[in-house]
């Protein structure tokens, strides 16, 4: 879905010629993945981009995974089983970027899936790109267990020299909306396996991406193009390792920027907070929900009074526990008219979008003023390509 033509930034670009077909190296880091690597799989060889080859990880599974995996390899050669012991999916995504031939780098988790054309419009984006572009983005969209849409999305319009503002929010939202140049994972040596080593996993990808903000532009494919999984059992776990891992990124990034102001910090670290109490309130974990906004308002309470989202987690939050039927009911309404079934085979080019246009327009406003502010405000970061 592309809201209007004004935001058809796709649609500006002509054709990619037939022979302008580099070869894109998928990388699939897989632990315990037996329940959805087969429809990732199927997402990733059906793409209308041919000229793939799919590097999956094994990253120490005890369960069918990699059976899975040489099954679906047999039919396709492109398909290439990895394995080493649970080393964590940073270790697992540069082992298989060791290991690619691809010019382009294309990662995607082991749960969600790519529509058709994903890929396609990712490398032609970055093809008619200059040097400089070292990452192409697509928007994604929330599906549950069953491909149903949640209503819940990731929509930005932001592009070119973005380290300010992906350090203060995280537009991207996921790791398998990507497409990047292997050079740029070269100059900034792949993903950074310390995390895991200091049982701070989760901001891995946040991390990476700010390490190529930091010398390379960003361009974004304004189209739902990917299907960004959320399970049960994810929005109900612990996040410390995620704020810890969060709080080790910033500390790192404070080191090298000094003269970054502390507001920045602050903002990204409330968003964060916040993004940790909705996941922990959809996983019914009020108290949690309730930590974490606490901890959003303590770091920065100025900007959490300012969103209404505070406020409306807040008080979803204290409903939730006097009456957990209520809450769900009053929550499952507010989405149903933004909840549509996907397509179970994964054959089209994008999924069909029921969310308010309006809502949409509003977020990406709400983001392109953010991200002008930021480029007005000029800190010590380049990209230089």
């Known amino acids: 879905m592309i809201i209007n033509p004004s935001f058809n930034q796709a649609a500006k670009m002509s054709r990619c010629q ?18 959805f690597i ?19 990880v094994d990253d120490g599974s005890s369960d069918r995974t990699a059976e899975i995996v040489n099954q679906i390899s047999q039919n396709d050669s492109r ?24 010019e382009f780098i294309a990662p995607i988790d082991a749960d969600d899936i790519w529509y058709r054309t994903n890929l396609e419009k990712q490398v032609c984006c970055l093809l008619q790109a200059p040097a400089s572009v070292g990452l192409v983005y697509s928007w994604s969209a929330d599906i549950d267990e069953a491909d149903w849409q949640t209503g819940e999305y990731r929509a930005s319009l932001i592009e070119g020299s973005v380290f300010r503002t992906l350090l203060c929010h995280y537009f991207l939202g996921n790791a398998s909306s990507t497409l990047i140049r292997r050079s740029c994972l070269e100059r900034v040596s792949g993903y ?41 059992a994810s929005m109900s776990r612990d996040f410390t390792s995620m704020a810890k891992s969060h709080a080790l990124m910033l500390r790192a990034i404070r080191q090298k920027y ?10 990204s670290s409330s968003s964060f907070y916040l993004y940790l109490a909705r ?15 606490t901890a959003a308002f303590n770091v920065d309470f100025t900007t959490s009074l300012l969103r209404p ?19 769900t009911k ?20 994008s999924p069909e979008f029921i969310n308010s246009k309006a809502d949409i327009r509003i977020k990406l406003l709400i983001e392109r003023s953010l991200h002008r502010w930021m480029q007005g405000n000029q800190f010590n970061t380049s990209s230089d390509g």
């Open 38 to 56: 087969a429809k990732t799989l199927e997402s990733v060889i059906n793409q209308t981009y041919k000229n793939i080859e799919v590097l999956v």
């Open 192 to 232: 950074n396996c310390n995390f895991k080593q200091q049982n701070a996993q989760g901001c891995e990808d946040w991390d990476l991406y700010l390490r190529i903000a930091e010398h390379y532009q960003f361009r974004v494919v304004p189209e739902f193009l990917v299907g960004y999984r959320k399970l049960p």
């Open 258 to 267: 000094s003269d970054i102001p502390a507001l920045i910090y602050r903002l």
């Open 18 to 35: 037939e022979t302008d077909t580099p070869l894109v190296s998928v990388i699939i880091p897989a632990y315990n993945a037996e329940r």
């Open 309 to 327: 989202e505070f406020y409306i987690l807040l008080m979803m939050n204290f409903f939730g526990m006097i009456t957990d039927s209520l809450a």
């Open 79 to 102: 398909i290439v089983l990895l394995r080493q012991s649970n080393l964590g999916v940073a270790a697992a995504r540069n082992l298989a970027i060791q290991t690619a031939k691809g």
């Open 279 to 293: 996941q922990s309130y959809q996983g019914k974990n009020y108290l949690a929900s309730l930590f974490w906004l």
């Open 330 to 349: 009053y929550f499952r309404g507010a989405r149903s008219t933004s909840s549509l079934r996907l397509n179970r085979k994964v054959v089209s080019t």
